[in-house]
């Protein structure tokens, strides 16, 4: 159940509202978003027409979903994620791209100029990077942050970032458009609720071995601290198959969209892992309704830090945003409405 409060609610009526769920038995959870979520299997007409009544309540909802801020059912039209002015699930693929790593300036500014030439909208590049081995490069720090920004300066284009700890969520959210949760980092709660805190738009990946209602439940609580800007990312899950490095699951692009408002964008090069495969599985994440790629592009990906085999690099780049936009274009124009296809 989802109780709204008035806008212009005091903290006195918020603390009574409360205290009546209390004496019902029932737990409330105040978001930031002006309501207070109650988790209730099931709730009675009695209950809500009685609560509708306290001072401060403007509406009660009955949703009994486990994420009824994520969840379709309390919010049934698409959310739109705007970065910058870019829209992120309206009427054209996002197209997120750039290094596994920020490695040098240079390269970083040459590889932008790449990504905006292709029609790229957000340039990506680790500088908090969550690598396997304590001996492999863990990326600049704060340093490819600069780098980043300067690219963003260079070529105008928004940038995504990897955040991996709350403490560093203010100084990342400086430098960046977009907060990236790895998906090592999606069961990390606090940093859940850090990157909630922040008013910067957040991509969350999804994590390894999570189900699609943990992941959802994980985006829950970022919804929860009041930052409603939030991109699902696919990203390939692990499964018995290992001839390739993940397996992206594509069923989740359709069952993540009736299931929540959340634009779903999907990250071929992690969930194939070999740049061969990368393009078609891009193409197979827009035909299923995906609202965007995050992919993994360097000028010349057998030199890059991290990630190289699974990097394409900026003609397959190209190549591969055409395609997007044919099949994006293709579907839109059979359903007359993108939206139909997309949503
Ligand atoms: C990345 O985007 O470079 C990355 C580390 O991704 P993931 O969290 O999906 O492994
Ligand atoms: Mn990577």
Redesign the pocket.
Known sequence: MVIELVKEVQATQTRHILSVLEKEGLTGYLTNAKAIVVPVKEDSDKLRTMLKKVPGVSDVIPIHSRYPLVSREYHPENTVVSVNGHLVGASQPTIMAGP??VETQESIIDIARGVKKAGGHVL?G?AF???SSPYSFQGHGAEGLKMLAEARAETGLPVIS?VMSPDTVELVAAYVDIL???????QNYPLLKAVGQSQKPVLL??G?SATIEEWLLAAEYILGQGNTNVIL?E??IRTFENATRNTMDLNAVPVVQKLTHLPVLV?P??GVGTSEFVPALARAGIAAGAAGV?V?VHSNPAEAW??GAQTINLTEFQNMAEDISLIYEALAQKYHSAKLVHA
Do not use: N, Y
């Open positions: 596994c790593s990506r680790g990077k969550p690598r990897e990236q949760v790895g998906a090592r980092s999606m990946k999804r390894l990312c990203r390939g990250d090069s992690h995050l993994e991290s990630d």
